[in-house]
């Protein structure tokens, strides 16, 4: 079981706590002998006070008395809170807030900047897997020699300089080429081969 707090135990006993508060604190304290001797405690503090204190000057009444100092709390609290809405309303004017038409310009131009940026990315990306694609790879064979060619580089195989024609010529459409030279004197045969990875 939760007590109530102690400030709370003297508040109720005062019978200083808002509505809400008090009928809660009420509840438990009805149940529980431990709170009723703190309430009770905290009930006889304005009689003892009263008795330290010797008689009250003529004219003077505790119970008036209390009952404007409660009433002068209550009105400083009162004036806190005003001070402090009027603080608020304050920084509402040093700091504007802007409109709803305002946040949605400002999103829609964010958004169309954003738009703007990744449509120019997607050209450039596309400009650069022009840039880098292949040229297609040629295989050229002739009575010259057989070779490989992308458009800028290119690899030939030529015939031996005793002979300059190629006696059998191949293509095969699995990417090779191949040319074959016999040498009429010594009957050596050159054979040259490309092929595609």
């Given at each position: 079981m939760k007590h109530p707090s102690i400030q709370e135990l003297a508040l109720f006993a005062g019978r200083d706590l808002p509505l809400w508060t008090r009928w809660r604190t009420a509840r438990h304290v009805s149940g529980c002998e431990q709170?009723?001797?703190?309430?009770?405690?905290f009930s006889e503090v304005p009689r003892a006070a009263m008795a330290e204190s010797g008689a009250m000057p003529p004219g003077v009444d505790w119970n008036v008395l209390a009952a404007e100092m409660r009433a002068n709390i209550h009105l400083g609290l009162e004036a806190s809170e005003a001070i402090r809405a009027y603080d608020s309303k304050q920084?509402?004017?040093?700091?504007?807030?802007l409109s709803w038409k305002a946040a949605a310009v400002g999103t829609a131009f964010a958004g169309l900047l954003m738009f703007g940026y990744w449509m120019g990315a997607m050209?450039?990306?596309e400009a650069i897997a022009v840039m880098r694609a292949p040229e297609p790879v040629v295989i050229e064979a002739?009575?010259?020699g057989v070779g490989l060619s992308d458009g800028r580089k290119t690899l030939k195989l030529t015939a031996p300089s005793e002979t300059r024609?190629?006696?059998?010529v191949s293509v095969s459409t699995g990417g090779s080429a191949g040319a074959r030279y016999i040498d009429e004197e010594t009957g050596q045969v050159t054979v040259n081969n490309v092929y595609l990875d």
């Open positions: 709170c009723q001797r703190e309430v009770r405690a920084d509402e004017h040093r700091y504007p807030s050209k450039k990306q002739s009575a010259g024609r190629a006696d059998l």
